[in-house]
């Protein structure tokens, strides 16, 4: 699908069971399409829509907003936001789903993506202005099927989020891969190697286990920002969440992702060289070894809760973002 019109949007959304609430035509042929699942994002959304409006890039992007059981107006902001955009030439799109689910959401927005790279973006995530374009360069090297830009960490109000996010962003396979984590790329011929994206709470772990590590870059001279949640009890619900997915995911999906696309040597070898992480280690193996007790208890109990955390936000400059791998 690469011209969409009236029509062909409601036919695509009725398919997946959602409503279309805005439709805006762009100038010309899409380029990239922006998939942003949208869940009670009302106080987030216009930061990462004016983030994606101010790119500098030339081509047509087709955002395509779902708002996935919303409770607060995230779907008006959302049409707000999507005139905009329209007045800068892309084309936007603006789906309802009545249930809150993250994989329906992602499903309903895949419906309608076209172009060279399918971007998949969360809601509270920010860009750099030269994102997307770096993303689609990277992305044309032979072999590139998985792409995102250098994930930066905005600096927290809490002293423990902000040790943590120090010694996360600077492990091996969170610095130097494409692990999500708020925005990844794949090509249309990368997004075939599956079909609907499965029910999971990690969908982008799955998604890099799609890809070989050869075939996954980070478009490093672009960044994208996202906000730990400020304080332990919020930063332990994230991990025990994030935990949980990938035990969910372990039994049925194999290839190099996570930790295991890393030679054990070479992560030790990593830490080694960053004696300046060091202090903040123990508070790191704290936070995750509670989480995993946490994610086990839930297999045990039988449940599986998709929690989050809210940091406490205002407004970013660069002096906030705390860079991840060696640029820092």
């Not at 070479?266 to 995993?292: F, S, T």
Request: hydrophobic content about 40%; some cysteine; charged content about 25%.
């Amino acid at each position: 699908m690469t011209r969409l019109t009236d029509q062909s949007v409601r036919l695509a959304a009725h398919r997946e069971g959602a409503q279309v609430s805005e439709f805006r035509t762009g100038r010309g042929p899409v380029c990239v399409s922006v998939i942003v699942p949208a869940h009670n994002e009302a106080a987030l959304l216009p930061r990462c829509l004016r983030s994606l409006l101010e790119q500098k890039f030339e081509g047509v992007m087709r955002l395509i907003v779902v708002d996935n059981g919303s409770q607060d107006g995230t779907a008006e902001i959302a049409a707000a936001w999507a005139a905009r955009l329209a007045d800068a030439g892309h084309e936007a799109v603006v789906l309802k789903l009545e249930r809150g689910n993250k994989s329906e959401a992602l499903n309903a927005g895949d419906a309608l993506a076209a172009g060279r790279c399918y971007i998949y973006l969360d809601a509270d995530v920010e860009l750099s202005a030269g994102c997307v374009r770096a993303v689609l360069e990277a992305m044309d090297e032979p072999g590139v099927q998985m792409c995102a830009p250098r994930l930066v960490v905005a600096r927290s109000r809490a002293w423990v989020t902000r040790r943590y996010a120090r010694v996360w962003t600077n492990l091996p396979w969170v610095s130097d891969d494409a692990i999500g984590g708020g925005f990844y790329a794949v090509t249309p011929e990368g997004r075939r190697r599956w079909g609907r994206f499965p029910d999971v709470l990690a969908e982008d772990t799955f998604v890099q286990a799609q890809f070989r590590k050869c075939e996954r870059r980070i478009a490093k001279s672009a960044h994208f920002v996202i906000r730990l949640p400020d304080g332990w009890s919020d930063l332990l619900r994230i991990r025990t969440r994030w935990l949980s997915g990938v035990r969910q995911l372990r039994p049925d999906v194999g290839g190099e992702w996570g930790r295991s696309a890393f030679p054990l040597g070479g992560r030790i070898k990593a830490i080694l060289r960053r004696p300046g992480l060091w202090p903040d280690l123990p508070l790191y193996a704290l936070v995750n070894l509670c989480a995993r007790w946490r994610a086990r208890r839930r297999v045990v109990l039988g449940t599986q809760i998709w929690e989050r955390g809210r940091p406490e936000i205002e407004s970013i400059d660069d002096s906030e973002l705390a860079h991840a791998g060696p640029h820092d």
